[in-house]
């Protein structure tokens, strides 16, 4: 299953794209590369 | 070096490669459209790249996902650092940002490292020069 998001958030501000990614990543522990094999993501500070 | 010899080699990958690319698949024969689309970005700006197949062997995800946290194939490191993956190297590719971040805008580069040492199996990195 593909997903794809767009994330825009003001706790991004000051972060790398690496580390946007992996906040939102972190959500989903454990869920990413089995039962969702992929989400694309955009991520933006607000 | 830990008790982990796959993790040590995936390490030894990155330390020894300044542009590396953990994908499904190779770049001549991606297996991903992922992975498929950042490999030709890399191929597109002409610079050299090691390019690692994670699919023989599901522990070598396992073991670069653990070393690097993040959960998504493809990964591309440039001097030992996450760049990103797919949506990352993407948006670097569009914003012209990407060949600054690989190096390839410097003049007179220094001749890239050779591969990984191909005894350190199951993980083979592939030397890309040229």
């Known amino acids: ?46 | 070096m830990s008790d982990n010899p796959l993790r040590d080699a995936i390490q030894q990958a990155i330390d020894e490669n300044d542009v590396i690319l953990f994908m499904k698949g190779t770049p001549e024969q991606p297996m991903c459209g992922f992975s498929a689309r950042t490999s030709a970005a890399l191929q597109s700006l002409d610079v050299s790249f090691a390019a690692v197949d994670i699919l023989p062997d599901p522990r070598i995800r396992q073991e670069l996902s653990a070393l690097s946290s993040w959960p998504t194939i493809p990964q591309l490191f440039v001097k030992g650092e996450l760049v990103g993956g797919a949506d990352i190297v993407a948006e670097l590719y569009e914003s012209g940002e990407l060949p600054e971040v690989l190096g390839v805008a410097a003049p007179a580069g220094v001749p890239g490292q050779a591969g990984a040492d191909p005894a350190s199996a199951p993980l083979t990195a592939e030397n890309r020069l040229g």
């Open chain 1, 1 to 46: 299953v593909h997903f794809s998001a767009h994330v825009a958030a003001p706790a991004f501000a000051g972060l790398s794209r690496v580390q946007q990614h992996r906040m939102v990543y972190d959500i989903f522990t454990g869920e990413l590369g089995s039962a969702i094999h992929a989400l694309s993501l955009k991520t933006e500070a607000t």
